[in-house]
């Protein structure tokens, strides 16, 4: 319990992170002065002291009930027992801390250091602003602590009123024979949950918006960026000139447009790490299946078909008469396709052998195939009239301690038409970082080398590896050489927002790339591009002209968008049990060997092409 005496001196128990091992410890906390003192019992010694001069304090936008106090480069963590005690809690904090901060100034004006100043003209000036600074933060503060009061009166009060009213309607659902009254209760029930949540929304908007003003420019990497039936095997596809035609027929016009998906990320997404490592215990890690709940509702193909998004640079490319031009537009579309990976810490589902995705775009046609089940390899080629590229990924995957890394070993390379020259683009890992412990954020990192095999001209891009506290993060910079090495362009930029190319001799720069304005409510759709919102659209019109193995048809997937994981969940399972069925037969019987619609052609082993 909370008690403020006539001394100005306010104390009680709160809850103090410790440490991952120990969690959350109750401890006893005290603010007297400008000072908050923490003990583990009232009658026990001092633990600790913090000054609240310099410090800034913070409320959680993610915990109701958490208080964050940084001072001094350490975050001293600490949780309240209830909304209203938080919100108490934090107006004493910034009452004291104001209090502090006011009585400094009357220091700086003294006549003793007036005398010594010898009347510098402005003295008077600096002295004004400080005080002025103090009234407006303290005015500022005390109408924000008003506001945060009320709302937690209004959350105090509907709690208590919460309890009464379940157990009303739980009587009325008994007691009530008309379908009206059993209705009437339930949106009464649905108003009322609606209340809570409208209510704690505005508490943690509130808090967060604190939250931005008093750390503005410290969140660095932040600001840088600021279905098939089961019982059907996938891999029975339609003959190959039907499947052509097929693909002809599906045109980007007669496909709408979609701008979001079915249904908004679930709050069952939420879950750390060790629930998975808890979901392991007693099972065969072997044929251990990843929870649906750290699974986005697309596809690895569909996935790699996202660099589309940006395939205009590689038309620009195809239309420049300058060589060198030329490879800054193709090695800045392998920067831009990684724009897509912001944010977006969870995987792609994992194909089936024989699983195929096909886009037709505006003048152009991709077509992606699962090749490979062990290793997992997927190949894509995409062509039109000005291009063609074509890809395979085969990653190699490594653990350490806290990230994972997906290293690509396979090739990319585009062919520019007019030209007739060919790019192979090397490209950087891919890491999933904070998996264990901390925020879990997406990064890329590497040298990467673009190379025109006519010319000899290379592109050397450096993905920077983000540091601490987000340094560098998203940072790309690299050089375009000539045939003889001389470096004649720079190139700078992010691979989130923009790209731009600085020709040495003259200083002239020009901007390559701009991403995509995001679409509205994007954090709810998984972080997800407006262009990748289409590549899982499955219309009338495309499910006529679709193959059966295409990865649209996959219900897993499809359940998962629609917002139903449960479903989600024993579907893919289903799948997967499935696929290893079917990879045991073919292990016994010779003729059951998957035949890929993509071949490798032989003067390039790196190709892969669909047969036409």
Same mark, same amino acid.
């Given at each position: 319990?909370?008690?403020?005496?006539?001394k100005?001196?306010?104390e009680?128990?709160?809850l103090?992170?410790?440490?991952?091992?120990?969690?959350?410890? *109750?401890?006893?906390?005290?603010?007297?002065d400008?000072?908050?003192?923490?003990?583990?019992?009232?009658?026990?010694?001092?633990k600790g002291?913090?000054?609240?001069?310099? =410090?800034?304090?913070?409320?959680?936008?993610?915990?109701?009930?958490?208080?964050?106090?940084?001072?001094?480069?350490?975050?001293?963590?600490?949780?309240?027992? +209830?909304?209203p005690? !938080?919100?108490?809690?934090?107006?004493?904090? *910034?009452?004291?801390?104001?209090?502090?901060?006011?009585?400094?100034?009357p220091?700086?004006?003294?006549p003793g250091?007036?005398?010594?100043k010898?009347?510098?003209?402005?003295?008077?000036v600096?002295?004004?602003?400080?005080?002025l600074?103090?009234i407006l933060?303290?005015?500022?503060? =005390?109408?924000?602590?008003?506001?945060?009061?009320?709302?937690?009166?209004?959350y105090?009060?509907?709690?208590?009123?919460? &309890?009464?009213?379940?157990?009303?309607?739980a009587?009325?659902m008994?007691v009530a024979d008309?379908?009206?009254?059993?209705?009437?209760?339930?949106?009464?029930?649905?108003?009322?949950?609606?209340?809570?949540?409208?209510?704690? &929304?505005?508490?943690?908007?509130?808090?967060?918006?604190?939250?931005q003003?008093?750390t503005?420019?410290?969140?660095?990497r932040?600001?840088?960026?600021?279905s098939?039936?089961?019982?059907?095997?996938?891999?029975?596809?339609?003959?190959?000139?039907?499947?052509s035609?097929n693909l002809?027929?599906?045109?980007?016009g007669?496909?709408?447009?979609?701008?979001?998906?079915?249904?908004?990320?679930s709050? /069952?997404?939420?879950? +750390?790490?060790?629930?998975?490592l808890?979901?392991?215990?007693?099972k065969?890690?072997?044929?251990? +299946?990843v929870?649906?709940?750290f699974?986005?509702?697309?596809?690895?193909?569909?996935? $790699?078909?996202?660099?589309? =998004?940006?395939?205009d /640079?590689?038309?620009?490319?195809?239309?420049?008469?300058?060589s060198l $031009?030329?490879?800054?537009?193709?090695?800045?579309?392998?920067?831009?396709?990684? +724009?897509?990976?912001?944010?977006?810490?969870?995987k792609?589902f %994992?194909?089936?052998?024989?699983?195929?995705?096909?886009y037709?775009?505006?003048?152009?046609?991709?077509?992606?195939?699962?090749?490979?089940h062990?290793?997992?390899?997927?190949a894509?080629?995409c062509?039109?009239?000005?291009?063609?590229?074509?890809?395979?990924?085969?990653?190699?995957?490594? @653990?350490?301690?806290?990230?994972?890394?997906?290293?690509?070993?396979?090739s990319?390379?585009v062919y520019?038409?007019?030209?007739?020259?060919?790019?192979? /683009?090397?490209?950087?890992?891919?890491a999933?970082c904070?998996v264990?412990?901390g925020? $879990?954020?997406?990064?890329?990192?590497?040298?990467?080398?673009?190379?025109?095999?006519?010319?000899?001209?290379? =592109?050397?891009?450096?993905?920077? *590896?983000?540091?601490?506290?987000?340094? %560098?993060?998203?940072?790309? %910079? #690299?050089?375009?050489?000539?045939a003889n090495?001389?470096?004649?362009?720079?190139?700078? #930029?992010?691979?989130?927002?923009?790209v731009?190319?600085?020709?040495?001799s003259?200083?002239?720069?020009?901007?390559?790339?701009?991403s995509?304005?995001?679409?509205?409510?994007?954090e709810? @759709?998984?972080?997800f591009?407006?262009?990748?919102?289409?590549?899982?659209?499955?219309t009338?019109?495309?499910?006529?002209?679709?193959?059966?193995?295409?990865?649209?048809?996959?219900?897993?997937?499809?359940?998962?968008?629609?917002? %139903?994981?449960?479903?989600?969940?024993?579907?893919k399972?289903?799948?997967?049990? $499935?696929?290893?069925?079917?990879? !045991?037969?073919?292990?016994?019987?010779?003729?059951?060997i998957?035949i890929?619609?993509c071949?490798?052609?032989?003067?390039?082993?790196? *190709?892969w092409?669909p047969?036409?």
């Open positions: 319990m909370e008690t403020k005496d006539s100005g001196r306010t009680g128990y709160l103090k992170w410790i440490n991952m091992w120990k969690g959350w410890k *109750r401890r006893y906390f005290i603010i007297k400008s000072f908050l003192i923490y003990k583990e019992e009232s009658s026990k010694t001092v002291t913090i000054s609240l001069q310099d =410090a800034t304090i913070k409320m959680s936008a993610k915990d109701a009930l958490k208080i964050s106090i940084n001072y001094s480069g350490v975050v001293l963590k600490l949780k309240a027992c +209830s909304i005690e !938080k919100v108490q809690w934090v107006n004493w904090l *910034r009452q004291a801390q104001v209090a502090v901060r006011k009585s400094i100034v220091r700086l004006s003294t250091l007036e005398e010594d010898k009347g510098s003209p402005f003295d008077d600096d002295t004004k602003v400080q005080e600074d103090v933060e303290e005015r500022f503060q =005390a109408r924000n602590d008003q506001v945060l009061t009320r709302l937690s009166k209004v105090s009060i509907h709690t208590c009123m919460e &309890d009464t009213l379940k157990a009303f309607i009587q009325v008994e008309s379908e009206s009254i059993r209705d009437l209760a339930e949106k009464l029930e649905a108003y009322s949950n609606q209340l809570k949540l409208e209510t704690l &929304d505005a508490l943690q908007s509130l808090g967060q918006k604190e939250d003003s008093q503005e420019g410290a969140k660095q932040s600001q840088s960026s600021d098939v039936s089961l019982s059907e095997e996938f891999f029975d596809t339609a003959n190959e000139e039907e499947i035609k002809d027929a599906t045109v980007r007669d496909v709408e447009h979609r701008v979001g998906l079915p249904a908004k990320r709050d /069952l997404n939420k879950i +750390s790490v060790w629930q998975v808890k979901d392991m215990i007693g065969d890690l072997t044929h251990f +299946s929870p649906i709940y699974i986005e509702p697309i596809g690895m193909m569909q996935k $790699m078909a996202e660099c589309l =998004a940006y395939e /640079l590689l038309r620009r490319a195809a239309h420049h008469p300058d $031009m030329r490879l800054a537009y193709v090695a800045t579309f392998l920067i831009a396709q990684y +724009s897509c990976t912001h944010k977006r810490t969870k792609p %994992n194909p089936i052998l024989g699983e195929t995705f096909e037709v775009g505006s003048g152009y046609k991709f077509f992606c195939e699962q090749v490979s062990h290793p997992p390899i997927s894509c080629h062509h039109s009239d000005l291009y063609e590229f074509w890809m395979h990924t085969h990653m190699k995957f490594s @653990f350490w301690g806290k990230t994972l890394e997906g290293v690509p070993l396979g990319m390379n520019l038409k007019p030209y007739k020259e060919r790019y192979i /683009l090397g490209r950087p890992a891919t999933a904070n264990i412990i925020n $879990m954020y997406m990064d890329n990192y590497g040298e990467t080398t673009t190379v025109n095999t006519k010319t000899g001209e290379k =592109a050397k891009i450096n993905y920077n *590896r983000c540091g601490w506290f987000g340094k %560098n993060y998203a940072l790309v %910079n #690299g050089t375009i050489c000539d090495g001389n470096t004649v362009y720079e190139l700078t #930029g992010t691979w989130i927002d923009s731009k190319l600085k020709k040495i003259t200083g002239e720069e020009t901007l390559l790339w701009k995509h304005p995001l679409p509205p409510e994007w709810s @759709f998984y972080y591009p407006e262009f990748t919102y289409q590549l899982n659209n499955l009338p019109a495309l499910r006529e002209v679709l193959p059966p193995t295409d990865s649209r048809f996959r219900s897993d997937q499809r359940a998962l968008e629609n917002g %139903n994981l449960k479903l989600a969940q024993a579907e399972i289903k799948l997967e049990e $499935m696929q290893r069925a079917m990879r !045991k037969e073919r292990e016994k019987n010779l003729s059951l998957h890929c619609r071949r490798r052609i032989e003067r390039c082993r790196s *190709r092409s047969y036409h």
